[in-house]
């Protein structure tokens, strides 16, 4: 099972949106079942997004999530410095098994 | 308050064996998958295998498969990653994380390093 591709980085200035992309194939992307991580240095990751575009409770509505065919996408508008961090996406694959994407570096200029 | 809580670091020699636990509470252990995640230094999540307390129903994957042996107590809401014979490529921080639909709950980490 191939890692999901997402750029190696992004960034933005405060204030703007950025999107951080995660391609897969139709068995992994293809299912509705994308997350995505929210990884500060010497931390656990956090969960932002699940089923592709469903936020958990307490997390900003600045953090949106999509998919269009097998590219899932995140979104976070109104870019913080507390944004900065490691962005992971995740999916459910057709070996009943998950897979993550390399992660995104998001840079907050 | 959902929490998994993990088992210290390690220090470990080159073929030795080891187990690192996550302990889960404030919720039914049983009924919600618990996965494993390996990060090696300065690398990225790598997915390595789940396991459903409630009848021990375990996937790996691929990359896994074979190296490393997850299990659950659910009498004592406990998971675990076991090596039988660790390499130095073994060294990583290792999560647990609840899935109920994403892994919404993970625990603090478990930092192995194996050199001789």
């Known amino acids: 099972q191939s890692a999901l591709t997402q750029p190696a980085s992004v960034s933005g200035s405060p204030g703007q949106s950025i999107t951080i992309s995660c391609t897969g194939t139709?068995?992994?992307?293809?299912?509705?079942?994308v997350s995505w991580y929210q990884q500060h240095p010497g931390k656990a990751p956090k969960l932002m997004i699940y089923?592709?575009?469903y936020r958990p409770s307490g997390v900003s509505n600045r953090f949106s999530g999509s998919k269009s065919g097998n590219t899932a996408s995140l979104t976070i508008s109104g870019l913080q410095a507390e944004d900065e961090a490691d962005y992971y996406c995740?999916?459910?694959?057709?070996?009943?098994?998950?897979?993550f994407g390399g992660g995104t570096k998001l840079t907050v200029l | 308050e959902v929490q998994l809580v993990q088992s210290g670091a390690e220090v470990k020699k080159p073929g030795e064996s080891l187990r690192i636990s996550c302990k889960g509470s404030?919720?039914?252990?049983?009924?919600?998958?618990i996965g494993w995640v390996r990060q090696m230094p300065g690398k990225g999540l790598e997915w390595m295998g789940i396991?459903?307390?409630?009848?021990?129903?375990?996937r790996y994957s691929p990359s896994f498969q074979g190296q490393v042996t997850i299990s659950a107590d659910k009498s004592t809401s406990t998971a675990y990653l076991q090596w039988s014979s660790l390499k130095p490529s073994d060294t990583a921080m290792y999560y647990c994380a609840r899935h109920p639909g994403g892994f919404d709950s993970w625990g603090q980490g478990t930092l192995v390093t194996v050199s001789s």
């Open positions: 089923d592709v575009s």
């Open positions: 396991i459903y307390p409630g009848n021990s129903e375990t």
């Open positions: 404030g919720y039914f252990f049983s009924t919600y998958w």
């Open positions: 995740c999916s459910y694959t057709s070996s009943s098994s998950w897979v």
């Open positions: 139709s068995s992994d992307i293809g299912y509705n079942y």
